[in-house]
């Protein structure tokens, strides 16, 4: 890491700098710790001794002796506690429960939201909640909380306030209050994209200086966009709608409002209708499943699916230079269910688009890879987002309200 973390920068706090620290080195001794965040050695001490009385940090064992008093390690101590992350989508639910250092411990994926009205949703998923923790055996205690993923763009107050055609219902509904009023836990709310980058970040090898995006495509087009560590949230926490940006103002009208929309022109309905007009025998099951079944086709060999996929991932390209561009980013993480299935044809499409025209070519190299989690990536980035809000918060950080580690329900907003 070549930037220090320290309280000077982008956390809230000496604690949440030095747990962040913590979790991104995995073990470290104190007087690293210092040398990283610059927080002095009497601060380290005294704040890693209350993360060791709260349970979260642990001794784990000591360096080699080098003459003096061998260093001992510190490292979060991984069962401490847990969060779940939610995606919910008409197609399906999935939950992950993940521990504190956003791995994945437990999974479930359940029938969508469908049709149902958003009441009958939110008893059911605090229903299956419980299940899936007893399922899982994870003492209920240790949960800090849910971090709920759903079509953006969204407000942490109300939820989502412009939806997809098929979750109109949910327009204006209260998510975030009915689900912790449900479940009695803390809930936060992100869009799919920037959730992907927390968890991105959390769990994997993201270094605290990168600046990187997770271009996300679920049904839809997005970016979550991460700048040393914190997420980037805009005005609302709408930002990196990289799938709205018009390439063809003459273009097809796009669910947005607007026209010729990188996700009209190349998002995964756009390449299933274009299938369907070529002729195509598709399954029928839903965008995502209809596309994973071109994406299967086009990787196989040449054809039909494969033209399109090109296509669309030419035009994905463009949007991904757009967005390197503007940022300046050294890394995109290509991430979500469709990338899951398809990620092996656009990444050589991105790369020589980037290789070709980026901007700042000339000063460096703009790394483009595919999430390990590119499947679950929303639901491991909710879990991720309510782990760094509680306990490592940043200055943009949402606010989940959390007392020595332990979530409490006294209102927070
Ligand atoms: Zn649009």
């Known amino acids: 890491m070549s930037n220090p973390t320290g309280v000077g920068t982008a956390h809230r706090s000496s604690r949440a700098a030095l747990l962040d620290s913590i979790r991104a080195a995995g073990q470290i001794s104190r007087v690293e710790l210092t040398r990283e965040t610059g927080l002095t050695g009497a601060t380290v001490s005294t704040v890693v001794r209350r993360l060791i009385d709260d349970g979260l940090v642990v001794e784990s064992g000591r360096a080699e002796s080098t003459g003096g008093k061998p260093a001992v390690f510190l490292s979060l101590d991984l069962d401490a506690r847990f969060a779940v992350g939610i995606h919910l989508d008409h197609a399906g639910i999935t939950y992950v429960l993940s521990n504190l250092g956003g791995a994945v411990v437990g999974r479930w994926r359940r029938p969508g939201a469908g049709a149902d009205s958003p009441e009958v949703v939110v008893a059911r998923i605090a229903a299956e909640l419980t299940t899936f923790v007893a399922r899982i055996g994870v003492d209920p205690d240790r949960l800090l909380g849910l971090g709920v993923v759903s079509p953006g763009p969204i407000t942490s107050s109300i939820g989502m306030v412009l939806t997809p055609p098929v979750m109109e219902a949910w327009t204006g509904f209260p998510l975030a209050d009915a689900l912790q009023e449900a479940a009695g836990l803390p809930v936060l709310l992100e869009n799919d994209a920037t959730a992907a980058a927390i968890g991105e970040y959390w769990s994997g090898p993201i270094e605290t200086s990168t600046c990187f995006a997770a271009l996300y495509m679920g049904t839809g087009i997005g970016a979550g966009i991460m700048v040393n560590g914190d997420v980037y949230r805009g005005a609302t926490g709408n930002t990196g709608e990289v799938g709205h ?11 947005c409002g607007g026209q010729g929309c990188v996700e009209a022109l190349a998002g995964p309905a756009a390449v299933v209708a274009a299938a369907r007009a070529a002729g ?22 040449e054809g039909v699916p494969r033209t399109l996929l090109l296509r669309s991932a030419a035009y994905i390209a463009v949007a991904a230079q757009a967005l390197a561009n503007i940022l300046d980013l050294d890394e995109i993480v290509l991430t979500g269910p469709s990338f899951a299935l398809a990620g092996s044809l656009y990444v050589p499409a991105i790369r020589a688009q980037l290789t070709r025209s980026f901007f700042a070519r000339a000063s460096h190299q703009v790394a483009v890879v595919i999430s390990p989690h590119a499947s679950e990536a929303a639901a491991i980035g909710g879990a991720a987002l309510v782990l760094q809000s509680g306990l490592a918060p940043r200055r943009s950080s949402q606010r989940i309200p959390v007392v020595d580690g332990r979530p409490t329900l006294e209102p927070s907003r």
């Open 280 to 301: 195509l025998k598709l399954p029928g099951r839903g965008v995502v499943g209809d596309f994973a079944m071109l994406a299967r086709d086009a990787t196989r060999g």
């Open 245 to 255: 940006v018009c390439i063809d103002i003459d273009g097809p009208a796009c669910w």
